[in-house]
Nanobody, 119 residues
Framework: QVQLVESGGGLVQAGGSLRLSCAAS????????MGWHRQAPGKQRELVALITSGTRTDYADSVKGRFTISRDNAKNTVYLQMNSLKLEDTAVYYC?????????????WGQGTQVTVSS
């Protein structure tokens, strides 16, 4: 059974930083495509960053240069380092695993962690 548990969200001022963690069980983060998604109130969920099993990373244009996705294979954990946070980064952030040759919606998801950026 796959379980993804996010942590690290909270309230931060604009310009500040947060690091989100996603601890996985039931899968190896090193062998799967992992991603961070977010959903702001009234908006669709969007993919923010992903890391493949081959360590290729990709980012939404809105966070390029500010966010960094990484993983620690020994801890079986994926991270999202968020710097220079903006008000528009406020959202619930979800960790997810995309099954091979499938879609994110068919993968496994965490429960989400709230990130609130204040002015």
């Amino acid at each position: 059974q796959v379980q993804l548990v996010e942590s690290g969200g909270g309230l931060v001022q604009a310009g500040g930083s947060l690091r989100l963690s996603c601890a996985a069980s039931g899968i190896l983060v090193s062998g799967n495509e992992m991603g961070w998604h977010r959903q702001a109130p009234g908006k669709q969920r969007e993919l923010v960053a992903l890391i493949t099993s081959g360590t290729r990373t990709d980012y939404a244009d809105s966070v390029k240069g500010r966010f960094t996705i990484s993983r620690d294979n020994a801890k079986n954990t994926v991270y999202l380092q968020m710097n220079s946070l903006k008000l528009e980064d406020t959202a619930v952030y979800y960790c997810a695993m995309r099954p091979y040759r499938s879609t994110w919606s068919r993968g496994s998801w965490g429960q989400g962690t709230q990130v609130t950026v204040s002015s």
